[in-house]
């Protein structure tokens, strides 16, 4: 238990340090300082009007699909630092997505982590970095696939501004509405299995998990929570 608690203040305090524009919360700002350039390690959207940093996804992303290609060596050089530094073990510390879903694990409610299809499922996060976060960008520009069509935290960043802003909640569309659709799929995915999105669809995670064998802190779980 006190390992437990221990672990989710890490997530906690991560969560904060990541969104620590506080105000941009109230305003519906996206925070343009000096740092927002930098990668945070975790899955963060850039939006989130109170995030400081730059999702690394959304920075690969937007190398690949830039008008003018450019190799993205600070954002791969980030990944492999933190990948081969420690692993996964952003994942289960300093994620503010797999925080979220830690939460929601917690919530006494049917529970099903032990079913025929996990052990192919855990391979379409692979699927997924590489046709929405690098082929699709890169052959259709300025279109950052994942970003746009199935990013939770995204999603989460965009009701945040909508809430905050009456212009932003009024230019919100039929796309909003699909990447919504999502989210409440893998919220409700995540009261039944333990981190549904982490172990299936983020591409993050599944760069980390080439390091993770070779990584100075390896991660390995042994009970859920």
């Known amino acids: 238990m006190a390992k437990k608690w221990v672990r989710h203040s890490i997530q906690a305090a991560a969560t904060l340090l990541q969104n620590a524009n506080f105000k941009g919360f109230f305003e519906g ?23 400081v940093g730059a ?3 959304g920075s690969l992303q937007s190398y ?11 954002v791969v050089g980030i990944l492999i630092f933190v990948g081969a530094l420690i692993g996964r073990a952003v994942c289960g510390f300093l ?18 982590n032990e ?8 391979y379409f996060k692979y699927v997924v970095l590489a046709l929405f976060v690098m082929l699709l960008p890169f052959c259709f520009k300025l279109t950052p696939f994942f970003c ?42 995540s009261l039944i299995v333990y981190r549904p999105f982490c172990k299936y669809i983020c591409p993050l995670g599944a760069i980390y998990g080439f390091f993770n064998r070779i990584s100075l802190y390896r991660m390995h779980l042994s009970t859920l929570p």
């Open 29 to 51: 700002r996206i925070y343009q300082g000096p740092v927002k350039s930098v990668c945070v390690p975790g899955l963060n959207c850039y939006s989130c009007p109170g995030a």
């Open 55 to 57: 999702c690394p996804i």
């Open 64 to 74: 690949l699909s830039g008008l003018k290609f450019k190799v993205p060596y600070y």
């Open 95 to 112: 994620c503010p997505f797999g925080f979220l879903q830690d939460l929601l694990y917690k919530i006494p409610f049917f529970k099903k």
């Open 115 to 122: 079913f025929k299809l996990d052990k192919y499922l855990r």
């Open 148 to 189: 746009k069509y199935i990013c939770p935290s995204g999603t989460v960043a965009g009701i945040w501004l909508a809430a905050a802003d009456k212009q932003v909640a009024g230019q919100l569309g039929p796309l909003f509405s699909l990447k919504l659709v999502i989210l409440g799929l893998i919220l409700v995915a």
